[in-house]
């Protein structure tokens, strides 16, 4: 054999190993534009279908002429940044008189706030607050006024509403106006500073919706395009009056087919309250769903209104390092694999400030090894025993040849 055939024969063998390693991952989609050693690789809604619940099965794997690459990636979800976060704060004084109940806080340090979380103990109330800010406690200028705040507790509903929500503020006092005849069993106040970054969602196409009446409830059954992370609920009313609802939020774990059609099995996923205080939005945890199932329980009361779903998700990207040229695939869809251990995400890692996102190619399904079945060696079962007929045969042959010689 020449000496150039051996090395073609060599770089084929090699390069066949190199697709192996891939080859336990039922698809991949090319990456284009790679020219950094940093890109970000935002995962498309058409890859989540196939992953495994908990995204372990994700790998970015680059081909070059006699090797596979694992390109390590950090994983990025677009949540809010420092969301909710407490601050300090300090109990300036309280005081009341016929308007009501005074409590004024000071801020140590001066910080931008949206929002107070009032734990009050009181098992129904229907309160109007009033919320003001001042920098040296000679001017207050009004940031709330006649904001309700209530608790319902009762056979039908257990809902309370003591979150103020505010546009941006800055002062270094605030003074807080419970307008009741009965002192509030105030517990505890959380203050509550404004995330230095908001959340980012993608919207996703719902295919269709539909509204059903039962048993005292309103069932709304929501269909996707596709399987996605859901993370963000949100439901459209035209209703004008006051209303507070238990809902219940599913989503679609698995389907059976039966000879009525298909049967779907749904499970818990949040449990929320529809009140007309509040938007009707609800974050959800990521949860990979298609289905989702949402139930009103209206009691007594006549079904509300809803003319419209939306359903979002958190953006997930890899911010992905390349430091060899090679042909660079998005891998994935492997069931039961585990999550990737790299050192980057165990270190600090200096990012660029501006890292470029990448393009795709088309989702390619990625050729699984085929098992040959050997063949039996008699195929015929007639074979076997004309076999066996011919062992014992010459078995007996020999016995009776050692027979004679004995005699």
């Not at 908990?54 to 979800?77: C, F, Q, W």
């Not at 001042?134 to 009004?142: A, D, E």
Request: positive net charge; contains cysteine; proline residues 5%.
């Amino acid at each position: 054999m020449k000496p150039k055939n051996s090395l073609y024969i060599l770089v084929i063998m090699i390069t066949s190993f190199c697709f192996g390693q891939m080859d336990t991952y039922s698809k991949k989609i090319e990456l284009k534009g790679i020219d950094s050693l940093w890109h970000n690789i935002e995962i498309p809604n058409i890859v989540f279908k196939d992953l495994n619940r908990n995204m372990s099965d994700i790998r970015v794997y680059g081909i070059t002429a006699t090797d596979t690459i694992e390109a390590p990636y950090l994983h990025k979800v677009s949540k809010a940044k420092n969301a909710n976060s407490k601050i300090l704060f300090n109990l300036f004084n309280s005081v009341n008189n016929a308007k009501g109940y005074f409590y004024t806080y000071e801020l140590p340090n001066k910080e931008t706030i949206d929002e107070i979380f009032l734990n009050i103990e009181d098992p129904n109330f229907n309160w109007m607050v009033t919320l003001e800010g001042s920098q040296h406690l000679k001017q207050w200028f009004t940031i709330l006024e006649d904001y309700r705040i209530l608790s319902i507790n009762n056979d039908q509903t257990d809902y309370s509403f003591t979150t103020l929500k505010f546009p941006d503020a800055n002062y270094k006092y605030y003074r807080l106006l419970i307008k009741s005849t009965e002192k509030p069993n105030l517990t505890s106040v959380n203050i509550l500073k404004k995330a230095n970054k908001a959340a980012t969602y993608r919207d996703y196409g719902v295919r269709d919706f539909s509204i059903s009446k039962e048993d005292k409830k309103t069932i709304i059954d929501i269909d996707l395009e596709n399987r996605v992370p859901i993370n963000l609920l949100e439901l459209t009313l035209n209703d004008k009056i006051d209303y507070y609802r238990p809902i219940s939020i599913q989503y679609m774990a698995d389907s059976v087919k039966t000879d009525k059609g298909y049967f779907y099995n749904y499970k818990p996923l949040a449990t929320k309250t529809l009140s007309s205080r509040e938007e009707a939005s609800f974050q959800l945890p990521g949860t990979l769903a298609q289905k989702l199932r949402v139930i009103i329980l209206n009691n007594d009361n006549q079904p509300l209104k809803i003319s419209d779903v939306k359903l979002k998700g958190y953006i997930h990207t890899l911010t992905t390092r390349f430091t060899e040229p090679a042909r660079y695939f998005l891998v994935y869809d492997k069931p039961n694999a585990n999550f990737p251990d790299y050192d980057i995400s165990k270190t600090t890692i200096s990012l660029p400030k501006h890292i470029t996102k990448l393009d795709f190619g088309n989702v390619v399904e990625i050729p699984q090894p085929q098992i040959e079945n050997t063949s039996p060696l008699f195929e015929n079962k007639w074979w076997l025993w004309v076999i066996i007929a011919i062992v014992i045969a010459t078995l007996g042959y020999f016995t009776i040849g050692m027979m004679k010689k004995e005699l």
